[in-house]
């Protein structure tokens, strides 16, 4: 019945503002809008409000906060590359100082007097103290946990400050416990398991109650400062992170990511008075990932922001309890954290302004603090994935109603998602690809083949009859013979992107349409080289999607599946879904096996299932030594790793169409990021190809697809609902098929390089690959990995090309620069 009130409010508190929202007008109110929309790789797009220019921020900044007298405003920069805290003047715009710091992690908070600033210190399992003097850093005191990492896994989230007793609240999210620490004597005073990953902590106005979030629990917990206990429990939704209150500590907003909703709780009866939908549209599906509020200065206004959705969703809760939306605020990419300062609305945007070409590829030059951790790359080696789309901070004005309903408008404009473009997806009459789920389709078995972190141009660069860059092309036609047949053969598409930076959020967009909150704020730490273990692919129950991945949706749906590699190896795997679904004998990340075994392993398999009538209805196979071992002295070159890849994708193609199934069958295939490597258009473009008799032949398309519009191509084939709201808004890959099977086989070409070539020659770049970790994908430094790839295939002193700025412009925009030009 609680669950069903839940619903039922949420509902009504979106459908309110519904009527009013989605009808207006697309032209936003003069002074409003930004010169052009800015069109992301996974097609949505960018139209940030904002006055005067933004103020540039470090790599993924997660938290801000205002001293009292709100002269000051703090940022933690938690990116891969240089981490930071910044101090900046929030009523010029200006920045003040900026310290890097050696680890981070989103805890942040400033002292009464605003002459102390408390940072959490990240995997270093400590907080930092920075004394402020006049706008600047001068000096910082330590507060230990614990050992550093890999010594203890602790890594402080959250915390907050009782100046009156001199205690130090934090909420840690690796040993999920909660810390008091003395101040006076930089002591520990007592520890608490919390069971769950933590967070954010807030102490109420009378210091008596620590509120905790408990982000892998979904629900928040009620300490007491006085008896050192826990004295309540109160259940929130999907991955409760922030939460604020109101100033006289009687209600309490928590934001919950993974089920785009804000739960607001009465402290006095310990309730949840309701849950407020943030998302565009009445759905249930998830997306949005709801992770910062700010409260108006009079109290009367609840700004969220939806980092997923790109936006802030306004909301009237004057009358607690009965709050109503009154519309939506475009901000840049992925808000982090809202604030508010007098009459303007301050906006973190995590990703900034847009993405960007990345042809001069990675450029590393590592740094390291004094203990040796690594800090990531200066300022010349900005074309990593991982590090290249940099924070800004929005300053944006308090919008009246009338403006307030033209930035709706600009929102919904920026959504490819609404309910309709859910229930009936974009299609062709006859076309084997459904519009509705449940349609039948010809195709009956899908092979899902996912390989790892190649750019578009640094494979099929090459080839003439696409928009590629042959300067930028690694792995020419000679090394990837079946990659380029297969793209003439069938169909060539030259813009495709993935939805995902690297492979922590790359496993779980191919997957499920969709990265937690937890996956994308927390991978840029290990990928930084600052602690953490890659924990993305099933193995920790805090990064999985809310209702799991398709193959969870198969489970549910009856559907039969298997997979080979792609979150479980030798038959195990910790997703249970996957459970009994596993190939026993296929190996998952192993570099010292070769693909070509791995396909000869899955061929083994397929026959055997094949001759029992026993194939499933969905298969995912992982052939993943594209990665490469760098130039580690003994191990496959980077080409000859590229060419077994290669070749492998040959021959399991060559299999499956010489087989009695091969006409009721597809085979999608992707790199689950596109990390390893530069594009001349973006630095998410990579290769994707769709193999099937009712594929088109010799064609090529040219229009946008995304790893979400993959997967939604999957599904309408094989009756299943979307997963997010990226899959529901994504473009299905109709334009590749036809009505028409055409059976012809195909052959596998045979590698035209030594697939048994070893790295021999000592250089610097074998000396670097010498200290990689291999033992699973992206252990190893990209930024490190991707400058000896590129050396071993342009020489030991080659540089890359020069860099050149690219971003997505919206069509209309995109005519008028033609125009121009």
């Not at 009338?402 to 473009?421: G, I, R, T, W």
């Not at 479980?568 to 296929?586: A, F, M, R």
């Amino acid at each position: 019945m609680i669950h069903v009130l839940k619903a039922a409010i949420r509902l009504v508190a979106l459908a309110s503002a519904l009527p009013a929202l989605a009808q207006q007008p697309t032209n936003p109110a003069p002074g409003t809008a930004p010169a052009a929309r800015i069109l992301l790789p996974n097609g949505w797009s960018l139209s940030p409000a904002g006055t005067g220019p933004a103020v540039p921020l470090g790599d993924l900044p997660l938290n801000m906060q205002l001293t009292r007298s709100g002269r000051l405003l703090a940022v933690t920069n938690n990116g891969q590359s240089q981490q930071s805290i910044q101090l900046i003047d929030p009523r010029a715009g200006r920045l003040l100082d900026e310290t890097p710091i050696g680890k981070s992690w989103y805890g942040l908070k400033f002292s009464a007097d605003g002459r102390r600033l408390y940072a959490s210190g990240g995997n270093n399992n400590n907080v930092l103290a920075y004394r402020i003097a006049q706008g600047k850093f001068a000096g910082a005191d330590t507060l230990r946990l614990g050992p550093a990492w890999p010594k203890e896994k602790i890594s402080p989230t959250g915390l907050d400050l009782d100046e009156t007793r001199q205690r130090l609240y934090v909420v840690t999210k690796e040993d999920n416990s909660l810390y008091v620490v003395d101040l006076r004597t930089k002591a520990i005073i007592s520890k608490l398991a919390l069971g769950h990953e933590a967070y954010g902590c807030l102490l109420a106005p009378d210091q008596q109650t620590l509120y905790i979030t408990l982000w892998g629990g979904d629900k928040l917990v009620l300490y007491d400062t006085q008896t050192g206990r826990v004295t309540g429990e109160l259940a929130t939704e999907s991955h409760p992170n922030e939460l604020i209150q109101t100033r006289n500590g009687r209600y309490l907003f928590v934001a919950n990511a993974n089920d785009n909703s804000v739960s607001v709780i009465d402290t006095k009866s310990r309730k949840v008075l309701e849950v407020i939908s943030t998302t565009l549209y009445p759905t249930k599906l998830t997306g949005s990932t709801t992770n910062a509020l700010a409260l108006s200065p009079d109290e009367k206004t609840l700004y969220i922001a939806n980092a997923d959705n790109n936006c802030l969703a306004v909301f009237n809760v004057s009358v607690p309890g009965k709050s109503s939306s009154r519309g939506f605020i475009p901000t840049g990419w992925y808000p982090t954290s809202v604030k508010t300062l007098n009459s303007k609305i301050l906006v973190a945007n995590g990703k900034g302004f847009s993405s960007l070409a990345n042809p001069a590829g990675p450029q590393p030059v590592k740094k390291t603090d004094d203990s040796g951790s690594h800090l990531g790359t200066t300022k010349a080696a900005v074309q990593y994935i991982g590090s290249l789309f940099k924070g800004t901070l929005s300053f944006i004005d308090a919008p009246t109603e009338s403006q307030l309903k033209a930035y709706s408008a600009q929102v919904y404009a920026n959504s490819p998602f609404n309910p309709q473009a859910a229930a009936l997806a974009p299609g062709a009459p006859r076309n084997p690809v459904p519009r509705l789920g449940g349609e039948k389709s010809p195709i009956k078995h899908v092979f899902y083949v996912i390989k790892e972190n190649r750019t578009y141009d640094q494979v099929l660069g090459d080839m003439k009859e696409g928009n590629g860059d042959a300067s930028l092309c690694l792995f020419p036609e000679k090394v990837t013979p079946n990659h380029h047949a297969l793209a003439r053969e069938f169909v060539l598409l030259d813009n495709f992107y993935v939805n995902a930076e690297v492979s922590a959020d790359g496993h779980n967009w191919s997957t499920a349409a969709y990265a937690t909150d937890y996956t994308e704020k927390t991978w840029p730490t290990s990928y930084g080289g600052r602690g953490g273990t890659y924990d993305y692919e099933g193995t920790r129950k805090v990064a999985y999607p809310r209702d799991g991945y398709i193959w969870d949706y198969c489970q549910r749906a009856g559907l039969s599946y298997r997979t080979y590699g792609e979150f479980g190896e030798l038959g195990k795997t910790s997703l249970k879904s996957l459970e009994g679904h596993v190939s026993p004998q296929y190996p998952g990340f192993n570099m010292d096996v070769k693909d070509v075994e791995r396909v000869r392993l899955w061929a083994q398999d397929f026959d055997s299932l094949l001759a029992r009538g026993a194939v499933p209805q969905f298969n995912t196979i992982r052939i993943s030594n594209d990665h490469t071992s760098g130039q580690r002295r003994g191990k496959i070159t980077p080409t000859a790793a590229v060419a077994d890849n290669d070749l492998a994708l040959g021959q399991l193609v060559e299999h499956l169409t010489q087989s009695s199934l091969w006409r009721e069958s597809v085979i999608f295939v992707l790199e689950d990021d596109a990390q390893n490597g530069p594009d001349h258009v973006d630095a998410h473009r990579s290769p994707a190809f769709v193999i099937s008799p009712y594929t088109k032949r010799g064609a090529v398309e040219h229009t946008m697809y995304s790893t979400s519009g993959v997967l939604r191509t999957m599904e309408l084939i094989l009756g299943l609902p979307p997963m997010s709201q990226y899959d529901a808004a994504a473009r299905p890959l109709f334009n590749c098929f036809q009505a028409q099977p055409d059976l012809r086989p195909y052959a596998a070409k045979a590698a035209r390089v030594n697939l048994e070539e070893r790295n021999v020659a000592w250089n610097p770049s074998m000396e670097r690959s010498e200290h990689f970790n291999l033992a699973s994908e992206d252990a190893t430094p990209d930024l490190d990995l991707n400058e000896v790839v590129w050396k071993s295939v342009k020489g030991e002193s080659a540089l890359m090309p020069a860099p050149r700025r690219g971003a997505f412009l919206m069509p209309e925009q995109k005519r008028r620069k033609d125009d121009d030009d």
